[in-house]
């Protein structure tokens, strides 16, 4: 079966631009994670969705959001990108919510110039 | 606080050789998971594994197995008989009970080396 898909793979955007990611999960999978990695901070968590819910958030600023669609397919959306924005932007789908196994996409990756 | 550190940045071996990846991991939490990834040149996250806090069984698969011990809070992979196709980075992570199973928190990883 299809892995979980990520879209765009690469893009080029500049600073004070707004940038959406859109990831959709393995079919079945109702949770929907994703994670910022960088160089310099590593993998890091950014939110989480189950049920077009957050039920969980990282350390992120608000111009950092999301959303989930009824069909689990997934949105993250970026405002006012800074330099310290590029990153890849990894996706994760999870069949359920209580520690299965995450699979993630070959992410986006962002440059922000 | 959670937390996983991977102490070792990278590693280079022979084909064939064994290979261990170290891991330890800090929690408060009772019940937690620990999980192992593959990091490939092209990006994607790859699950290898994933053990919750209350099965301590070492687990062997193929060539790859795990060493988890909780008197040492560490979670360990051997890779057996390394082969190039292994190069990559791999990702020690934990996810904990009180904060979100989804949530998980990765080291930083170790690169391996594998050469011919």
């Known amino acids: 079966k299809a892995g979980v898909t990520q879209t765009p793979r690469y893009l080029i955007k500049t600073r004070g631009q707004q940038v959406t990611l859109s990831c959709s999960p393995i079919?079945?999978?109702?949770?929907v994670s994703w994670y910022q990695q960088t160089p310099g901070q590593g993998l890091q968590f950014l939110f989480e969705?189950?049920?077009?819910?957050?039920?969980n958030k990282g350390n992120f600023p608000g111009r950092f959001s999301g959303r989930q669609f009824s069909n689990s397919r997934s949105e993250m959306n970026v405002s006012t990108l800074e330099l310290g924005d590029s990153a890849l932007y990894l996706c994760?789908?999870?069949?359920?919510?209580?520690?299965?196994?995450?699979?993630f996409g070959e992410g986006s990756r962002l440059t922000v110039l | 606080a959670q937390k996983v550190t991977q102490a070792q940045t990278e590693i280079s071996v022979v084909e064939k050789e064994d290979v261990t990846l170290d891991c330890v991991y800090e929690t408060r939490d009772t019940t937690y998971y620990l999980f192992w990834y593959k990091q490939p040149p092209s990006g994607e996250l790859v699950f290898l594994i994933r053990r919750n806090s209350f099965d301590e069984q070492n687990e062997i698969s193929g060539r790859y197995s795990w060493n988890f011990q909780k008197s040492t809070s560490s979670f360990n992979f051997t890779i057996t008989a390394s082969q190039v196709v292994d190069s990559a980075v791999y990702f020690c992570?934990?996810?904990?009970?009180?904060?979100?199973?989804?949530?998980?928190?990765f080291g930083t990883g170790t690169r391996l080396l594998v050469s011919p």
């Open positions: 994760a789908s999870s069949l359920v919510q209580t520690g299965g196994e995450l699979f």
């Open positions: 992570a934990l996810s904990e009970a009180n904060t979100g199973f989804q949530k998980l928190v």
């Open positions: 969705y189950f049920s077009e819910t957050q039920r």
């Open positions: 079919s079945g999978h109702r949770s």
